[in-house]
């Protein structure tokens, strides 16, 4: 098994007047030749929105778009006729496909939304576009892992257009976790949400990341309360 470590401190920076982000691989104005993404996975943005702003219409294509909101809620409109309101809890899967475009405010006046966006290169291009939303529960990730998006066939888990994983777990101080990857030909990358994790020597603690290759199962223990991301993806695109 193979670990790249990323601290949180060594992400990108990005601050508008209503827009705060955290880039862990290049986007927009920040470039690494370093951080161009890992295997089909292109960007993770930890984005703060101001009340009342947002991103105005805007196009996507040939690119699977995962939103999970952390804090608040967005607005969300696009171009397949999809409109509504995004809160803390839900997610939100997009296949851009042969093109979409779409706005994203945040739903408050009053408060900031916190969200993830992560994009993904697809499987497939130029396919239809499509659109899910779905609520997940902390309660079903207490100590275990949730599939929230899949390119498998997996029970109660939005469909993706890569063989690819998203699932999230919610592990108390103390508790472990194991994850096993589909084969060693897959990639797995760990954002540590909330808390401090250790993978064998390694630990990772809020907004830290790591790349994990090289690996059929990957097993971590919990050293605080912690909320986790893994991302399953394949190397090659």
């Known amino acids: 098994m193979k670990i790249n470590v990323q601290k949180s401190q060594e ?11 955290h880039f862990s691989f ?11 993404g890992f295997g089909t996975l292109r ?4 984005d703060i929105i101001d009340a009342g702003s947002g991103f105005p219409t805007h196009p996507h294509d ?13 607005k969300h ?3 397949m006729g999809n409109e509504g309101i995004i809160p803390k809890g839900d997610v939100q899967r997009m296949s851009a496909g042969t093109g979409v475009r779409h706005s994203e405010f945040n739903a408050s006046q009053t408060e900031q939304a916190k969200l993830l966006q992560i994009w993904v290169y697809p499987k497939k291009r130029n396919i239809e576009p ?7 529960l902390k309660k079903e990730r207490k100590n275990k892992l949730q599939i ?16 690819g994983k998203f699932v999230l777990c919610d592990l108390e101080k103390g ?10 030909e897959q990639g797995l990358y760990v954002f540590v949400i909330k808390g401090k994790i250790k993978i064998a020597t390694t630990e990772l603690s809020e907004r830290d990341t790591a790349e994990i290759t090289e690996a059929e199962k990957v097993e971590l223990n919990a050293l605080q309360n912690s909320e986790i991301l893994f991302i399953e993806i394949p190397m090659s695109h």
Do not use: C
């Open 130 to 136: 499509s659109y899910e939303q779905k609520t997940f």
């Open 77 to 79: 409109k696009d171009s």
């Open 62 to 74: 040939n690119m699977e778009i995962v939103t999970i909101v952390l804090e608040g809620a967005l």
């Open 43 to 46: 960007v993770l943005n930890d």
């Open 26 to 36: 290049s986007f927009a104005e920040y470039y690494n030749p370093k951080k161009m």
């Open 11 to 21: 992400r990108g920076t990005a601050e508008h007047d209503w827009l705060h982000s």
């Open 175 to 184: 508790k472990k976790a194991s994850y096993s990857l589909k084969s060693t």
């Open 148 to 163: 929230i998006v899949s390119g498998f066939s997996e029970n109660g888990a939005m469909k993706m257009n890569q063989d």
